[in-house]
């Protein structure tokens, strides 16, 4: 089910020797302190802290922390796992039952045996109910990775993710429901509500703004859309846990003062329908890291 | 009234548009928008679901994408202007040592702050402010030195407390929260901050 071509890299993941990886750890865990101080440098001195982490980044993503969860994906894809004892091998991501690559830089869009628009997480969680019978009101417990526990299908997206490494992201526009979901995606963009009368636009509307020292996107200009999208599932070194845009969907709108966004809900799929159309045409590296 | 004159056109948009879909105006997905939020959340902690009832104010930010034509931008800014309470003291300065603390916090209203505690300003969030805090943002404008460079007047005093109790009285469409027409901060901790901003020994008014 998985494409030969994109076996070289997965495979030299698999066999990097287990003292490799704790050297990685090691030099994670190192870096993320020397991000911490770096948080704290004079103004001058913030272009050369992002210049540092950019090269650590480079250097991580030579031997990326991600693939780990790659891997870990992979075995739970082909385990007959749930109720139906079975694997997610005949899951279609849009693509055709079991075609992997490319399906996750050419998602979200419409599947019509459900006649919605989902992104990969919302139909790999359908596809662990339909073929593998779990229940949705269990997988919707606890979706997001804590320090203690990464759920599985986390590390199912990270996998599907990386089949679609170096490829275009290639968001289709094929349809009405998948030109209505950006519609509405932009529409939930400029949403302002709650006490603090916030939109996304409200931090990711603007060229060149900062939280704190942290950049912040503008999802509306081309040119710095597609950094929404692309690096996502991260593996977050503050914490070390490995996150899906559907979290991040999620805490932002936690920051926006907002209420609690339903896990794969229309109004999420609808957001990363706007942002990963917005980002068409920029190169996915895989899944990443963050700070 | 107006907002359900909205609410009907909407409703009437997307009735004619029906399954030809790609065919929808803004106003329409404007009206899927905050019908599908308001279906798709659920209340967490102290985030309960009439945080998503819009008030005037949001729903015209949301329908102009925070540029609010000429005409309706007075009527709004009155408008909030008189939510505006000052102190029944006249006095508008605080503490600028406790006004640096809230200065820092970011916490406050999210459905993970635990309940019943103060929230922050989260000024430094989006403002400079002291030169020895390098951790700041660019979301709004610098404010270094701020009495420093407009007097230590009580006009000024006057105007940060109002500002800080709803930046909308100045501008309609602005980032800003309104600290105190939310509930986010007390008078008392408005207060500290006009303190911070314009007391001469504040660190925001040193080099």
């Known amino acids: 089910m998985s494409d030969a071509g994109l076996r070289p890299r997965r495979a030299r993941a698999r066999f990097l020797k287990p003292r490799m990886r704790s050297v990685m750890a090691l030099c994670a865990v190192a870096a993320l302190g020397t991000g911490f101080t770096g948080a704290r440098l004079a103004a001058q001195e913030r272009d050369v802290t992002e210049a540092e982490f950019d090269k650590f980044r480079a250097l991580m993503e030579e031997s990326n922390t991600a693939e780990l969860f790659e891997i870990k994906g992979e075995e739970l894809w082909t385990a007959k796992r749930g109720p139906k004892n079975a694997s997610l091998e005949r899951c279609d991501l849009g693509l055709g039952p079991g075609v992997l690559k490319g399906a996750y830089v050419q998602a979200p869009r419409y599947f019509a045996d459900v006649g919605k628009v989902m992104d990969i997480e919302a139909r790999i969680v359908h596809c662990m109910i339909t073929l593998q019978g779990f229940r949705f009101e269990d997988l919707a417990k606890a979706p997001f990775s804590t320090e203690q526990r990464t759920p599985e299908v986390v590390s199912l997206v990270t996998y599907v993710a990386g089949q679609s490494r170096d490829m275009k992201i290639a968001a289709p526009q094929s349809n009405a429901q998948e030109r209505d979901a950006y519609g509405l995606g932009e529409a939930i963009f400029y949403f302002r509500a709650g006490p603090w009368d916030f939109s996304c636009a409200s931090c990711h509307g603007e060229d060149g703004k900062r939280i704190r020292t942290q950049n912040l996107p503008n999802f509306t200009n081309p040119r710095t859309a597609p950094r929404g999208f692309i690096g996502w599932p991260g593996y977050r070194m503050t914490g070390g846990v490995m996150h899906t845009l559907q979290w991040r969907m999620n805490d932002c709108f936690r920051q926006q003062r907002f209420p609690e966004p339903g896990y794969v809900s229309d109004t999420v799929t609808a957001l990363l329908t706007f942002m990963a159309v917005n980002a068409n045409g920029a190169v996915y590296k895989g899944p990443g890291i963050k700070r | ?207």
């Open chain 2, 1 to 207: 009234m107006k907002r359900a004159i909205i609410w009907g056109a909407a409703i009437a948009a997307v009735a004619v548009t029906g399954g030809c879909a790609t065919t929808k105006d803004r106003a329409a997905y404007e009206a899927d928008a905050a019908a599908t939020i308001k279906r798709d959340f659920h209340a967490r902690g102290a985030a309960s679901m009439d945080r998503l009832n819009q008030d005037k104010l949001q729903l015209a930010c949301t329908k102009h994408r925070d540029n609010l034509p000429m005409d309706l931008q007075k009527g709004i800014e009155e408008a909030e202007l008189a939510k505006i309470v000052l102190p029944a003291d006249g006095r508008f300065m605080g503490d600028w040592k406790s006004g640096a603390r809230i200065a820092e916090s970011g916490r406050g209203m999210t459905w993970s702050d635990p309940p019943g505690e103060a929230s922050g300003g989260s000024c430094y969030n989006c403002h400079q402010l002291s030169p020895q805090q390098t951790s700041f943002g660019t979301v709004g404008p610098s404010l270094r030195q701020f009495g420093k460079l407009r007097g230590y007047t009580p006009e000024t005093q006057k105007y940060a407390y109002q500002r800080i109790y709803n930046s909308k009285a100045f501008t309609p469409c602005s980032t800003m929260p309104r600290f105190g027409t939310s509930k986010t901060l007390s008078e008392g901790q408005i207060k500290d901050l006009v303190a911070y901003l314009l007391d001469p020994a504040s660190p925001v008014n040193k080099d």
